[in-house]
């Protein structure tokens, strides 16, 4: 059982940045792929950052590549997004979820854990 919170979340002018956390429980951290996700009002849940288990080969959807770093600390179970050149399209609830396994995956579904979600919003 792997419990996710994150954290860093807040309001934003266009342009600014933000650094968002999540801290996981439990001793396999480094086991697991992880993945941040994001849902705007009234639209799906979508992918938007990725990095395998152990050392940490990032992916990124494409609306993010360029402006998201992420990574990761294992000696301290915590999984960082880095947000820069923020849009006011950014503006979401943005998931933390583990993926037990190397990773690699853009789908929600063969994540395994999931955050509360903390909220992002972008002003214009």
């Known amino acids: 059982q792997v419990q996710l919170v994150e954290s860093g979340g807040g309001l934003v002018q266009a342009g600014g940045s933000l650094r968002l956390s999540c801290a996981a429980s439990?001793?396999?951290?480094?086991?697991?792929?992880m993945g941040w996700f994001r849902q705007a009002p009234g639209k799906e849940r979508e992918f938007v950052a990725g990095?395998?288990?152990?050392?940490?080969?990032?992916y990124f959807a494409d609306s993010v590549k360029g402006r998201f770093t992420i990574s990761r600390d294992n000696a301290k179970n915590t999984v960082f997004l880095q947000m820069e050149s923020l849009k006011p399209e950014d503006t979401a609830v943005y998931y933390c979820?583990?993926?037990?396994?190397?990773?690699?995956?853009?789908?929600?579904?063969?994540?395994?854990?999931w955050g509360q979600g903390t909220q992002v919003t972008v002003s214009s």
């Open positions: 439990g001793r396999t951290f480094s086991s697991y792929a």
């Open positions: 990095i395998s288990w152990g050392e940490g080969s990032p």
């Open positions: 979820a583990a993926d037990y396994g190397y990773g690699g995956s853009r789908h929600e579904s063969d994540y395994d854990y």
